[in-house]
């Protein structure tokens, strides 16, 4: 049965993965960094999402924090911010959120506040849903570790269904 | 014999300006690189992929503490100062304080350590921004996010057997295919082979191909000076 268990995991991340890979939200980077995890290093993607998730979080609030204010004008200040969030976006290939940033700093560029803000909530939402997917997929890896862990000892047992 | 053997080594030692040059990759020496970025998500993929391709690295958050690291402002030769020695410097473009452009030259601009190769990166594809970086003698500009055959390219090139890093280079120099120049795992071995000092090896790549299409690399620079 937990043999079951590992292979329908696996099922299921590969298809949260694929739905993820065809919204856009992720893109092949996403999956360089899963190349770059191995025995030596067998946490690195949920390491670096970690990471990711804490910088992004920093600058979201930074970049709401600028635009609340009514006689905001510091676009050059948002421009770095929105420079670093695309940039960390695309190491991890967060593509969606990456194209956000992108249309946020064009209308940073034009000085035009109504847009920053307007892509600003669009950010926030990119992000949430990034952040939720990507907890679920590592959630599922989680299990399947777990349920991967209990099952070669079963294996021995050749009697055991 | 021996004795004089180490002696007039170290008397080599004495005469060159860049430690770096004399590119001892024997087995006990490892590729040392030195990457600054102040994103720390990008510092931690940057190592990843660099500590994959068995470099050893040391990932630094600015210009300042790069330069700091090696020992920039200290009033020392390279010769007398013995500790921190790196073969490459990867420096991201856009830093707040410091510039990878600043930073690269500061390098180029300093006869200790204008011989350490210097590769930038950035998120944007600017060929203004390319082509000022590499006339300012970078040895290489990726475009992010970094993968592994970017760092795998850049090692087996700059490191491998066909290393052709010279201060005399050439036009197209880089244009190597791929298939032609030693997998990661050759290049692994090919480390423990004598070590070629850079003046001396002359390239002759012109008849290659490039195939690094996925990278964004240009190089329009002519022989550089020397």
Known sequence: ????????????????????????VLDEQ???????????????????????????????????????????????????????????????????????CVAFRAASEQNNRAGCLRALELLEYEYCYLKNKLHELFQIEQQRILAAGVRYPQQQQPNNP | ?????????????????????????????????????????????????????????????SGRRALQILGFDEEKTSVGFDGFKVDLIITDYFMPGMTGYELLKKIKGSSNFREIPVVIMSSENVLARIDRC???????????????????????????ENRIHTKDREFNKRKIDVSLSPSSDEVMSNQS???????????????????????????????NHD
């Open chain 1, 1 to 24: 049965m937990l043999g079951l268990s590992v292979d329908r995991l696996r099922a299921d991340m590969n298809r949260l993965l694929a739905l993820l890979f065809h919204q856009g």
């Open chain 1, 30 to 100: 996403f999956l360089q960094l899963q190349q770059l995890q191995d025995e030596s290093s067998p946490n690195f993607v949920s390491e670096v999402v970690n990471i990711y998730f804490h910088e992004s979080e920093k600058l979201l609030r930074n970049l709401r924090g600028l635009l609340v204010d009514k006689e905001f004008s510091d676009y050059k200040k948002m421009g770095i911010h929105l420079n670093q969030f695309m940039g960390s976006s695309s190491s991890i290939g967060a593509q969606r959120v990456r194209n956000v």
């Open chain 2, 1 to 61: 014999m021996a004795i004089n053997g180490v002696f007039s080594r170290f008397k080599m030692l004495d005469k060159n300006e860049g430690v770096n040059n004399l590119s001892p990759f024997t087995d006990s020496h490892e590729v040392h690189v030195l990457a600054v970025d102040d994103s720390l998500v990008d510092r931690k993929v940057i190592e990843r992929l660099l500590k994959i391709t068995s470099c050893k690295v040391t990932a630094v958050e």
């Open chain 2, 134 to 160: 590499l006339e300012e003698g970078a040895e290489d500009f990726i475009v992010k996010p970094v993968k592994l055959s970017d760092v795998r390219r850049l090692k087996s090139y700059m490191f491998g």
């Open chain 2, 193 to 223: 082979s004598p070590s070629i000092s850079p003046r001396s090896f002359s390239s002759s790549p012109t008849s290659h191909s490039t195939t690094f299409l996925d990278s964004h690399i240009r190089r329009l620079k002519t022989s």
